[in-house]
């Protein structure tokens, strides 16, 4: 069974920094591209970052450049989203997303809160 499993969520103030992880089960993890996406009350879902399977190439969403940086660990079957520099429009819903190789399935988790406010 696919477990993926956020962590490091809260609140935080402007200006300041968190470090999401998502634990991962259930797949082989190292063929998977790894990534987060994030989801504001009443907005779209938006992609943050996406990770290839050896990390080597990474996507960001225009709005989180040079602030957030993704990175993985296939050993330990993580992957994370440090995000500095946060400000209130970077309040949502934080989602860790798989996706498998060649069109195979895709996963999500359950969503992390991130709350940015003074």
């Known amino acids: 069974q696919v477990h993926l499993v956020e962590s490091g969520g809260g609140l935080v103030q402007p200006g300041g920094s968190l470090r999401l992880s998502c634990a991962a089960s259930?797949?082989?993890?190292?063929?998977?591209?790894m990534g987060w996406f994030r989801q504001a009350a009443g907005k779209e879902r938006e992609l943050v970052a996406l990770s290839s399977r050896a990390g080597g190439n990474i996507t960001y969403g225009d709005s989180v450049k040079g602030r957030f940086t993704i990175s993985r660990d296939n050993a330990k079957r993580t992957v994370d989203l440090q995000m500095v520099n946060l400000k209130p429009d970077d309040t949502a819903v934080y989602y860790c997303?798989?996706?498998?190789?060649?069109?195979?399935?895709?996963?999500w988790g359950q969503g992390a809160q991130v709350t940015v406010s003074s």
């Open positions: 259930g797949f082989t993890f190292s063929i998977y591209g």
């Open positions: 997303y798989a996706k498998g190789p060649y069109g195979g399935p895709r996963y």
